[in-house]
């Protein structure tokens, strides 16, 4: 079993920048891969960022690429996501994942975090 708890979300103006944690129990969490998904209010939820168990690999949407960062310390058993040059389409509720492989498909994902709020103002 994995737990995941994420935290700071938050109002910020477009172009500025947050820094998203996901905090894990559990002593497998080095195993997993991770990923990040956004859902905004009536749209479908959408894979932001994957990365692999040990680091070595990441996967971007377009939308984001060069702008947001994913990285994780298996040793504090966290998972971050830097947010840069936010825009107000960027809105959405944040939720960390964690899997077995990296997919841009939020089925294939065992765990899920219940998620943060992030809100760009134009």
């Known amino acids: 079993q994995v737990q995941l708890v994420e935290s700071g979300g938050g109002l910020v103006q477009a172009g500025g920048s947050l820094r998203l944690s996901c905090a894990a129990s559990?002593?497998?969490?080095?195993?997993?891969?991770m990923g990040w998904f956004r859902q905004a209010p009536g749209k479908e939820r959408e894979f932001v960022v994957g990365?692999?168990?040990?680091?070595?690999?990441?996967y971007y949407d377009e939308s984001v690429k060069g702008r947001f960062t994913i990285s994780r310390d298996n040793a504090k058993n966290t998972v971050y996501l830097q947010l840069n040059s936010l825009k107000p389409e960027d809105t959405a509720v944040y939720c960390c994942?964690?899997?077995?492989?990296?997919?841009?498909?939020?089925?294939?994902?065992?765990?899920w975090g219940q998620g943060t709020q992030v809100t760009v103002s134009s």
């Open positions: 990365i692999t168990w040990s680091g070595s690999r990441t």
């Open positions: 994942a964690a899997g077995r492989i990296v997919t841009m498909d939020y089925y294939e994902y065992d765990y």
């Open positions: 559990g002593r497998t969490f080095s195993s997993y891969t």
